[in-house]
């Protein structure tokens, strides 16, 4: 048995690619986008008739050129959605622009545009996570849309406090990012950090804890790996979303997969309930000075990726 095997067994595996034939090869439950996966995607001759499609449709809306590329992005992560759903049994999530991650009301208007495109296509909403950053503004967007039946995907999470207000808020997932929280650390104390002192790993260990313990439905999906140790060391977490190269590393390892997340041991851990509200929510992600920096960090890649593939988008004809 390959470890790749093994671990769906303990955990719900997602695909970190909009690479179609990725998944076609690992076979994930779920898969996850982004502007940057969607850019990379794009560029490949076998998926041409993707972006063919997501122009004409923004080229029949007759719209300014700005209004015209924001139509063919969301067409064309919708597209990519829809080929991804004939190959994974679960959901995909679909990112709304990072431009829009302190405009609460912005981002429910485009997680709603969003949803619409999809319900046009015939995909049920239950099958969507609307993928917002883990801002005061993008958890309150996300009650809202949960409300209205529109499910997601918190991301962009790397304080406590981050995922005590997403549990609080209702919100479906949360993506705790591992890779990011170690990348820090390891930058800070300028050498390799031991995997059970793995502090991203630690971080999400935390948040399973604390949401097992007290009953919260949010699941939690371990993020951004770096390497095989940090996948290993949350089997059992409800999902690890993992890059096709080291699913291709699991899936070429054999060996079985001990779950090291389990409900009975977060029901024993330690920590006491919090209720947030938006002021103690702020003065609590403010003193993890990692979670600032990198939360804001996240938020210019994103928003610089974003750009990057209107920019690609307004050089593409049909």
């Not at 209702?170 to 990012?177: A, E, H």
């Not at 371990?222 to 190269?245: E, V």
């Amino acid at each position: 048995m390959s470890l790749l095997d093994s671990l769906k067994r303990v955990t719900t595996v997602v695909a970190d690619t909009g690479d179609i034939e990725a998944m076609r090869q690992f076979r994930p439950q779920d898969a996850t986008t982004n502007p940057s996966l969607l850019l990379k995607a794009a560029q490949q001759p076998q998926y041409r008739p993707l972006v063919d499609a997501a122009l004409a449709d923004a080229d029949r809306l007759a719209v300014a050129e700005a209004q015209r590329t924001e139509a063919f992005t969301d067409r064309l992560a919708v597209n990519f959605g829809q080929e991804i759903l004939k190959i994974v049994p679960g959901r995909v999530s679909t990112e709304v622009d990072a431009r829009l991650s302190f405009d609460a009301a912005g981002s429910v208007a485009k997680a709603r545009e969003i949803i619409a495109l999809y319900e046009k296509a015939g995909i049920d909403r239950e099958r969507i996570l609307i993928k917002v950053g883990s801002t005061w503004e993008g958890i309150q967007a996300a009650a809202q849309l949960e409300r209205e039946g529109i499910h997601c995907n918190l991301t962009l999470l790397f304080s406590f406090a981050q995922a005590v207000a997403c549990a609080e808020a209702g919100v479906t997932l949360i993506s705790p990012f591992v890779g990011r929280i170690y990348d820090y650390y390891r930058k800070e104390s300028g050498a390799e950090i031991a995997a059970d002192q793995d502090p991203g790993v630690q971080s999400v260990t935390r948040i399973y804890h604390y949401y097992k313990k007290y009953g919260y439905q949010t699941q939690v999906m371990g993020a951004s790996f770096r390497k095989l140790d940090q996948i290993l060391l949350l089997a059992g977490c409800d999902l690890l979303t993992i890059s096709p190269d080291l699913l291709d590393t699991l899936q070429r390892t054999a060996g079985e997969v001990a779950p090291r997340l389990t409900p009975d041991a977060a029901r024993a851990s330690a920590g006491e309930k919090l209720t947030l509200d938006e002021k103690t929510y702020r003065f609590l992600h403010n003193q993890d000075a990692m979670a600032v920096e990198k939360l804001s960090d996240g938020i210019r890649r994103f928003y610089d990726d974003a750009r990057k593939l209107e920019q690609w988008a307004a050089t593409v004809t049909v």
